[in-house]
């Protein structure tokens, strides 16, 4: 039988089982408009007002505060615009970190070539922002920092409730892109000290297109869509039904298995680290040794490139991921790598596996096997300097 060995749950996962079957009347005989006042419209109304008070619930928010978007990538871009259109009396500053994920990072950059001022927190060599350096940041006219609960590449879980602490203290509005934490570690908007909290089902085996974004009650905020009255007149447009059901059934799941799933897969990932560190040289782990998501293994393989690495290892039925980005013919190396300092050359070896309820010991040894020639194979073709490094 061909190997298929998943290890990118951190890009998505599968839907569960239950998951689908709780979506699947939706699109059938619950078919309804949540919007409509008739029967059908109010049984759909209800089920979304439910799985909303679930979802609110897990993040210790209040079900009004939760506002149900597209996916992570609308709920960042709602929280940032939104606060920044709605408070620019106040101010056109706001502070992030140069290891965000896109979602965040782009409309930054569309903010600040309309007269937005954007400041870059500086992180350490594990991706770590200080929150000292929050504070000596933030002016009178900081509207907004947005710093995420953990790292999609390197799976650095950064001190949010410390920063919450200043934010709150300075009356400065902080948002949180949780969309890799939510469903895996314990998120509580309150203990976080977060006004602003992204998240998205189809990384906590829920399906892809749905996400929500949290607004902490009497926050200043523009609405992200116009249109119809849902979502309290926030954000308009008909309600993805089935979407938010099979949403808040991942979450009602992940509730029940966060604790015993996050300290099996720990194992498994410190099992890999280890593997990978023992049979391989010149590997440097990226991100913090022990404040990391659970299921996040991230190293440079110094003197191999990554996407052959990716590929090579597709050719054994491995699913990985390597931090660069193919942008219009080019190979960047990860923006995350380089904030951390790492030189461009080392960067660019860089190879991500992040692990899920499927993965098994028997997994991780399949990577143990056939990763170290692959290694050996690709340093030997290339090495360090001549055929990669450079343009
Ligand atoms: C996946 C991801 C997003 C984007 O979420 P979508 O629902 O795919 O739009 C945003 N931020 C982080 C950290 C992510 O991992």
């Not at 194992?267 to 590997?283: M, N, P, Q």
Request: hydrophobic share 40%; charged share 25%.
């Amino acid at each position: 039988m061909e190997k298929f060995i998943y290890l990118d749950y951190a890009a998505t996962t599968p839907v569960r089982p239950e998951v689908v079957e709780a979506m699947m009347p939706y699109f059938t005989e619950k078919f309804g408009n949540p919007s409509s006042l008739y029967t059908e419209g109010r049984n759909a109304r209800g089920a979304i007002e439910e799985a909303r008070d679930r979802v609110a619930a897990s993040i210790g928010a209040e079900s009004r505060e939760i506002v149900f978007t597209s996916g992570g990538t609308e709920a960042d871009n709602f929280a940032i615009k939104g606060i920044a259109y709605a408070n620019e009396k106040k101010g056109n500053h706001i502070i992030t970190t140069p290891i965000e994920h896109h979602a965040v990072l782009e409309p930054c950059h569309y903010l600040r070539k309309r007269g937005f001022e954007i400041t870059y927190l500086p992180v350490d060599e594990h991706g770590m922002v200080d929150p000292a350096d929050v504070e000596r940041t933030i002016t009178g006219k900081t509207v907004l920092v947005s710093v995420m609960h953990a790292n999609n590449e390197v799976g650095t879980i950064e001190p949010l409730s410390e920063i919450g602490k200043i934010t709150r203290e300075k009356g400065v509005y902080l948002h949180t892109d949780a969309v890799q934490t939510f469903g895996h570690i314990p998120v509580d908007v309150n203990e976080l000290g977060v006004d602003l909290l992204s998240i998205s089902a189809h990384k906590l085996y829920g399906p892809k297109g749905i996400g929500a974004l949290y607004i902490r009650r009497g926050t200043r905020m523009e609405p992200f869509m116009q249109g119809g009255s849902q979502e309290n007149n926030r954000r308009a447009g008909t309600h993805n039904v089935a979407g938010i059901i099979g949403f808040a059934k991942a979450v009602e799941i992940a509730e029940k298995e966060m604790v015993s799933e996050a300290k099996r897969l720990a194992e498994l990932r410190d099992y890999l680290i280890r593997g990978i560190l023992e049979r391989i040289e010149d590997v440097r782990l990226n991100g913090h040794p022990t404040k990391r998501l659970p299921n996040n293994v991230n190293v440079c393989l110094v003197g191999a490139e990554g996407e052959a690495i990716l590929l090579s290892l597709d050719m054994e039925g491995i699913s990985s991921s390597s931090g660069s980005a193919c942008t219009s013919g080019t190979l960047d190396p990860s923006h995350v790598l380089l904030a951390m300092g790492i030189p461009a050359e080392i960067a660019h070896s860089s190879l991500r596996l992040t692990l899920g309820s499927r993965t098994t010991k028997e997994d991780i040894d399949y990577v143990l096997d056939v990763l170290p020639p692959i290694v050996k194979r690709l340093r030997a073709m290339s090495p360090l300097g001549t055929a990669w490094g450079r343009k």
